[in-house]
Every structure is written in structure tokens, then in C-alpha cells.
């Protein structure tokens, strides 16, 4: 059981927006000001898309965004594409370690 | 370009050790945390722990505390992930990522598949 909880699928077809949430126990909001999410195709090494919460690195799309409330931090991919099918981790600090998410399936329907 | 080469997949009988490598070039080597990241098949992605070349300061999460050993040569710009004794739950693809001053991990190695069986 990760420290970091996500759904374990989300669903769009092609033009929608979802969002895939990323809730951790703790109230420390440093957690939340260092998520990091990475995108992974299968058979890949993971890319990240998102980091310091919100940042989006040169070379993202901008259809990726994010936001952190509380003890929730969110992805949202809008403008849903079938390359946007893949597996969303996020990750963050959480005590002394770096910590995972359990990971969230994409289906582009 | 900043890029991390691993060493290639290999193939172990339970019991044996085993040392697989995360060539990194592009940059400074001993400047920025190397870490090291294990993906059972079909699972999820686990942290296993952290090494900063510069002067070997480790931090291995709990989970994998006593099973692994992560060390650096500097010198020829290697990081290493290591088992005394590999057990078949050990089977499984292992990624290095350089941690950037951000706290995120970019780039990626390709991998490494580590298969344990007897």
C-alpha cells in the first residue's frame, strides 16, 4: 500500500478531459509542493510530464496540467488522444523517502 | 545530451549475486542524485533508493533497506545497483533516473530486465 493513492483506471474518449488524483495521508503540504508525475507506455521508461507540483518541463504538451489542494495533488489531461493511453505515476517526498504512487491506467476509449 | 546507459538484461539462478550498471554522460556526474527504480512484471513503480556520486551519501527506501547495495564510481561516471543473493521475487525491470535540482527524475535508462530462476 503506497503512502501515495491514485485510482487504479480512469476513462476519456478522444476530446474529453480527466483528471487522476493523487491523495496522501499526510497534511505536510511540501508533499504536495514536489509531486512529480510521469507518464509510461508499455514496454517504456517512464517520461515525467509534470513536476514541482504544477510545472509542465519544455517539450510537454500543454493538453497536461496540474493543481494540488489540501492533500490531494491532480492531474488533468485535456483534449484526450489515443497516445495519451498509458499507465500515470505520481510521485513525491513523503517523510524521509521518495515514495510512488500506485499508479493509474489511462484508457482512451 | 544528458543520457543514462544501463547494462544489459540478465538471466540468474536463485542465490547467485549480481551487479547491473547506469552509465551516465551529458553532465556533470557526481553533481546530481542518481536513483534506482524496480518494476515487477505487470506492477507498479517502486523507489528503491537514491545515491549521490559526488560523495556516495546513500538513502535506500525501507522496503529495500538490506536487500540491495546502491554505490557510484565517479571516476568512470557509474552508478551501480547490487544483490549478494537474488531470489526469484527479484525478477523484475530496473530503472536508473538522474534526479534533477527540481526533485524530478529525467532522464530515464532503458531498463534493465533482471530474471531470477532456477
Known amino acids: 500500500q503506497s503512502a501515495l493513492t491514485q485510482p487504479a483506471s480512469v476513462s476519456g474518449s478522444p476530446g474529453q478531459s480527466i483528471i487522476i488524483s493523487c491523495s496522501g495521508t499526510s497534511s505536510d503540504a511540501g508533499i504536495y509542493n514536489l509531486v512529480s508525475w510521469y507518464q509510461q507506455h508499455p514496454g517504456k521508461a517512464p517520461k515525467v510530464m509534470i513536476y514541482?507540483?504544477?510545472r509542465r518541463p519544455s517539450g510537454v504538451s500543454d493538453r497536461f496540467s496540474a493543481s494540488k489542494s489540501g492533500n490531494t495533488a491532480s492531474l488533468t489531461i485535456s483534449g484526450l488522444q489515443a497516445e495519451d493511453e498509458a499507465d500515470y505515476y505520481c510521485f513525491s517526498h513523503v517523510g524521509s523517502y521518495w515514495v510512488f504512487g500506485g499508479g493509474t491506467k489511462l484508457t482512451v476509449l | 545530451e544528458v543520457r543514462l546507459v544501463q547494462s544489459g538484461a540478465e538471466v540468474k539462478k536463485p542465490g547467485e549475486s549480481l551487479k547491473i550498471s547506469c552509465k551516465g554522460s551529458?553532465?556533470?556526474?557526481?553533481?546530481?542524485?542518481i536513483g534506482w527504480v524496480r518494476q515487477m512484471p505487470g506492477k507498479g513503480l517502486e523507489w528503491m533508493g537514491i545515491?549521490?556520486?559526488?560523495?556516495?551519501?546513500?538513502r535506500y527506501s525501507p522496503s529495500f533497506q538490506g536487500q540491495v547495495t546502491i554505490s557510484a564510481d565517479k571516476s568512470i561516471t557509474t552508478a551501480y545497483l547490487q544483490w549478494r543473493s537474488l531470489k526469484a521475487s527479484d525478477t523484475a525491470m530496473y530503472y536508473c533516473?538522474?534526479?534533477?535540482?527540481?526533485?524530478?527524475?529525467?532522464?530515464w535508462g532503458h531498463g534493465t530486465l533482471v530474471t531470477v530462476s532456477s
Open positions: 551529458g553532465y556533470n556526474f557526481t553533481n546530481y542524485w
Open positions: 514541482e507540483g504544477i
Open positions: 533516473a538522474r534526479q534533477s535540482a527540481d526533485f524530478y527524475y529525467d532522464p
Open positions: 545515491i549521490y556520486p559526488g560523495n556516495s551519501n546513500t
